[in-house]
């Protein structure tokens, strides 16, 4: 089975603080993915990576960086974290598979608050 | 730019009761088409999914969805649901070709089953 983790399911932090997450997947895929789920909004890409060191930016970039240096490893960042970031944050990773009909598989989330 | 829409945020049904979820897009070109669900406290996983041929799809716990590309819907039914099946269901779509790497998500129903 398609194994992917998140370093933390929950997460408080202070305004202001560097704050990053982490997510690794085990099953050598190309692509990944970071997405925020809100009440009432369902998901929202951040950023996705199609390869190693590769990145681009997804509907809600303001405010998050991302760092992909080894294939099964995609971490966010939120350089400077603001209340409005209180949200679950979820990883997802696929083989790549040109013309998108593989599955996404997702981590469990992590439950960021920022105080 | 593909959008989806699930009509409803909540739907409460009793047990062995059958169920529609409703799920409408927006697209101009040919699109996959996928049912992802997220039971409390864990990730998304995938329900079923659309890619081409025939139009209703299975899922292996009941669940099917029929993709109708006149009215640009692929709802999911499920004949009798279990108290098992509350969870939160996110339609999502993407489309075919070597850039796409994206899904985009319906803003989620939440199917509660009443004992």
């Known amino acids: 089975d398609v194994k992917v983790t998140q370093s933390s399911r929950y997460l408080v932090k202070r305004t202001g603080e560097k704050v990053f997450l982490e997510c690794v997947q085990d099953m050598d895929h190309e692509n990944m993915f970071w997405y925020r789920q809100d009440p009432g909004l369902g998901l929202r890409l951040i950023y996705f990576s199609y390869d190693v060191k590769m990145k681009e930016k997804g509907d809600i970039p303001e405010g998050y960086s991302v760092s992909r240096e080894k294939k099964e490893r995609f971490s966010l960042i939120l350089e400077s974290a603001s209340t409005n970031q209180t949200s679950m944050y979820l990883c997802?990773?696929?083989?790549?598979?040109?013309?998108?009909?593989?599955?996404?598989?997702f981590g469990p989330g992590t439950r960021l608050t920022v105080l | 730019a593909q959008s989806v829409t699930q009509l409803d945020s909540q739907v409460p049904v009793f047990e062995e009761a059958p169920v529609e979820l409703r799920c409408n897009y927006s697209?101009?070109?040919?699109?996959?088409l996928f049912w992802y669900v997220q039971y409390p406290n864990q990730g998304l996983q995938l329900l079923l999914k659309y890619l081409s041929g025939s139009t209703l799809v299975e899922s292996i716990n009941g669940f099917e969805a029929e993709f109708n590309k006149s009215q640009t819907s692929f709802h999911l039914r499920k004949p009798s649901v279990h108290i098992s099946d509350t969870a939160e269901y996110f339609c999502a779509v993407s489309e075919p070709g070597a850039g796409s790497y994206q899904l985009t998500f319906g803003k989620g129903t939440k199917l509660s089953v009443i004992p």
């Open positions: 697209s101009s070109v040919s699109v996959y």
């Open positions: 997802a990773s696929r083989v790549g598979l040109a013309g998108g009909t593989d599955t996404q598989y």
